[in-house]
């Protein structure tokens, strides 16, 4: 539970490094440093974190969902600042100032997956958000990068402007901000509708900051426009770090008063996913393609909290750590084949499997798994969340979810058709592969093997 | 007394707000959302929150207000440079601006607030009062927000920095 604390701490001595002349070094004491952090996030495990948390007056909380995300989150950010060290190779001037920043959106993605407080849940997604926008317009020549951050930071902060006047109108009811005491006032009170008012609003910025529909224009522009890398971070990360923040708030204080928002949520996920599904079916660019489908991925993971009465969270992490790691080989993939062929398109992978048939089929695996085929773990992700759903009632809800899951097998298949079965143009350059990124490819594959194999060691964590 | 002050510096404050909307002039409209400013400070100060009155007048009206004339100068905004907006975009924005309200206003009036706490502590809005919520029980998210300012910071120097080698691209 102090890895916010020392996680904000590594961020200022990547800053504070650049002073020293250890530019080379940065990357590599990030890394050690998060291994580090990683190694007490499991040591809380066992621990009885209690005195610790009443410390702190509850502002963090460490049970076994923040102790399982805050895992995931640090462990998917070691993977992309593996990548970054050949990313950011053109950039050294600007290394120190990159990793911090990605060191300060994981500290805000902790605090999300963690507090105990709405302050701290707004910190949490304001010290994410700011440091997004930032990575998202970070290419200054790129026009569709300056439009990407600008967008961002114009829909962000009239989201966060809800988000606080939602928390004001809670705490106009309840009289709290800590999140138990919240719910036990919930939980003997009459709920007033100031209080629906109030859920309703931070239930819209939610929803803006995981890109469900309809709050997801901006989703598709921004993931588009930003650099490569920087959109990995922006739909890993940031997305499941968002979304870990809207499961705790809904799970932890607001089950009573979420009679009325049933149906509005209900209907908000089923758009979600066919919204996202049909418009990533008609896309000609990879990453937008993957951009639009992280639009229907955060609405099966709304499937989750839709059915809050069951035991979901050991299905919700097991989705993050599926989709986390199918796509950042998807990324890593697509950051190779960007650079040799300059395109974004789907023709950049024709021919890949002649020329690098270890390439394409670590791509193909990391598809099915986002399309949700056995013995992958993004099928074992998508089940459970369903026969959860189904458990609860919601029928009708996973027949359109398994309908758009059909149809999202089209669009993921794309690439591997292009991979296989279309040729390469005659003057293509062989990709030059760090063996950096080799190492990253073969983390996520086993992940995804192991976790789709054995799915059973991964859901009895939580 | 503190009734009817209640009341007019209501009327500046709902006055002032419309007429930020309404004017023409973008300098105007700047002037009115400072007079808006600073009736709710009186407000504040009505409750006795000092130390939050002084706070919204020296970075609301202050800074932020600042900012916003250097900017509307920078970019030498007038009434000429204002585009039209579609009727529809208005249409749109003017009705769910609307429902906004009118939800608000139904939510505030069903409600009934909440009994008044029998010891009022008169110190609470204090600085003395506050720096020790602040330090105590609010220690982990002031700290925190120390990342939070530090990562705009970042961001301003990274986006303001002069690259070595300046593209054409963009004009």
């Known amino acids: 539970m102090n890895a916010l604390i020392y996680t904000s701490a590594l961020g200022i001595i990547c800053l504070l490094a650049e002073i020293f002349n250890l530019r080379k070094l940065i990357i590599p004491i990030a890394i050690a440093g998060l291994l580090a952090i990683l190694g007490t996030v499991a040591l809380d495990w066992n621990a009885d974190n209690s005195i610790r948390e009443a ?45 911090a920043l990605i060191l300060f959106i994981l500290a805000g993605s902790l605090a999300m997956a963690s507090f105990g407080n709405l302050a701290m849940l707004f910190l949490g997604i304001e010290v994410l958000s700011i440091s997004l926008y930032i990575m998202a317009g970070a290419n200054k020549h790129d026009k569709r990068s300056n439009e990407a951050g600008m967008k961002y930071f114009l829909m962000g902060s009239f989201a966060s402007g809800l988000l606080l006047f939602g928390i004001a109108l809670v705490y106009g009811e309840t009289g709290s901000f800590d999140i138990v005491e919240i719910r036990d006032f919930i939980a003997t009170h009459q709920p007033t509708s100031m209080l629906y008012v109030g859920v309703g609003l931070m239930l819209m910025a939610l929803l803006f900051k995981t890109g469900a529909a309809p709050f997801h224009y901006w989703a598709p522009d921004v993931y588009e426009g930003a650099p490569m890398f920087h959109t990995a971070i922006l739909m890993t ?33 089923a758009l979600t996913i066919t919204v996202g599904n049909l418009s990533a079916l008609v896309q000609d660019s990879f990453k937008r393609m993957l951009a639009l489908s992280g639009v229907s991925n955060a609405g099966y993971l709304m499937i989750a909290i839709v059915t809050l009465y069951g035991k979901t969270d050991n299905a919700v992490f097991y989705y993050s750590l599926a989709y986390g ?15 040799s062929s300059e395109t974004e398109s ?117 | 007394m503190t009734f009817y002050i209640f009341l007019f510096l209501a009327a500046l404050a709902v006055f002032c707000g419309l007429m930020t909307v309404t004017s023409r002039n973008p300098v105007h409209s700047v002037i009115f ?21 002084v706070v919204h007048i020296i970075v609301y009206a202050g800074a932020i207000m600042v900012l916003f004339l250097f900017t509307l100068m920078m970019m030498n905004l007038n009434e000429a440079s204002e ?53 105590n029980e609010y220690l982990l998210p002031f700290e925190f927000v120390s990342i939070l300012l ?22």
């Open chain 1, 55 to 99: 410390a702190l007056y509850n502002m963090l909380r460490a049970d076994s969902f923040s102790l399982t995300f805050s895992g995931l989150l640090i462990s998917l950010t070691v993977l992309l600042l593996m990548l970054s060290t050949d990313f950011y190779k053109t950039e050294q001037a600007k290394i120190s100032d990159y990793i």
């Open chain 1, 237 to 269: 990360v940031a997305k499941i770090g968002a979304f870990a923040a809207f499961y705790r708030l809904f799970s932890a204080c607001f089950i009573p008063v979420m009679m009325p928002f049933g149906w509005v949520l209900s209907i908000v996920v």
């Open chain 1, 325 to 339: 790691m199918a796509l950042i080989t998807a990324f890593t993939i697509a950051i190779l084949v960007y650079r």
């Open chain 1, 346 to 462: 789907f023709s950049g992978f024709n021919g890949l499997a002649k020329r690098h048939p270890f390439i394409a089929a670590s791509l193909t695996i990391a598809m099915l798994s986002l399309a949700g085929i056995p013995p992958f773990a993004g099928f074992f992700g998508k089940y459970y969340i369903f026969s959860e759903a189904v458990r609860n009632g919601r029928m009708w809800l996973v027949i359109i979810a398994t309908i758009n899951s059909i149809i999202g097998v089209y669009y993921y298949l794309k690439v591997v058709f292009a991979m296989y079965l279309k040729e390469s143009d005659s003057n293509a350059a062989p990709l030059q592969i760090p063996v950096i990124y080799s190492v990253v490819i073969a983390i996520t594959l086993t992940v995804i093997l192991a976790v789709g194999l054995f799915p059973s060691t991964v859901l009895g964590w939580l």
């Open chain 2, 33 to 53: 959302l400072i007079g808006c400013f600073f009736a709710i400070a009186g407000h504040y100060l009505l409750l006795n929150a000092q130390f939050l009155a």
């Open chain 2, 83 to 135: 585009g039209h907006k579609p009727a529809l975009a208005r249409i749109s924005a003017v009705v769910s601006a609307g429902l906004l309200l009118f939800i608000l206003i139904a939510a505030l009036k069903k409600t009934e607030p909440f009994a008044p706490p029998l010891t009022i502590d008169h110190s609470i809005g204090l600085v003395k009062a506050l720096g020790n919520t602040l330090l």
């Open chain 2, 150 to 171: 530090l990562s705009s910071m970042v961001g301003a120097v990274l986006i303001a920095k002069r690259d070595k080698s300046p593209k054409p691209e963009l004009e």
